[in-house]
């Protein structure tokens, strides 16, 4: 009589959270839809230099602020979605992750206005 042959016992799956699916999905709409937006803000910081006449700026920086502003969250947003969806295809818990893309991608935004305006001397 020959023994039976040990065999492992099969893998066990992790179930589909069905709630962070759903929630993680309309965060990410919304990170994709605050990120249009933001991109068009952007646009709207080179009014900063208006009053460069009377003054001298910094045009060196006020650029860079203007590509931080202008570029930085749809990168953050790209890297949260991709983030996102490996979380998602591992069956973890993945909303926070769109979150914090949602949250970095305002900060990102902020930081660019902020160097932009910081090229411009206050006038007297």
Do not use: H
Not at 37 to 48: I, Y
Not at 59 to 80: E, K, N, R, S
């Amino acid at each position: 009589m020959q023994p039976l042959p040990v065999t492992a016992p099969p893998p066990t799956r992790r179930p589909v959270i069905v709630w962070d699916l759903v929630l993680t999905i309309v965060l990410l709409v919304v990170l994709v839809g605050l990120t249009a937006v933001l991109f068009f803000l952007s646009f709207f910081l080179a009014f900063a230099g208006d009053s460069c006449g009377a003054v001298e700026c910094n045009y060196d920086v006020m650029g860079t602020g203007m590509v931080v502003a202008m570029f930085g969250p749809p990168i953050v947003a790209l890297l949260a979605l991709v983030a996102a969806i490996i979380v998602l295809v591992l069956k973890r818990i993945a909303f926070w992750i769109a979150l914090v893309g949602i949250v970095l991608a305002v900060g990102v935004f902020f930081l660019g206005a902020a160097i932009t305006i910081s090229g411009v001397p206050p006038t007297a």
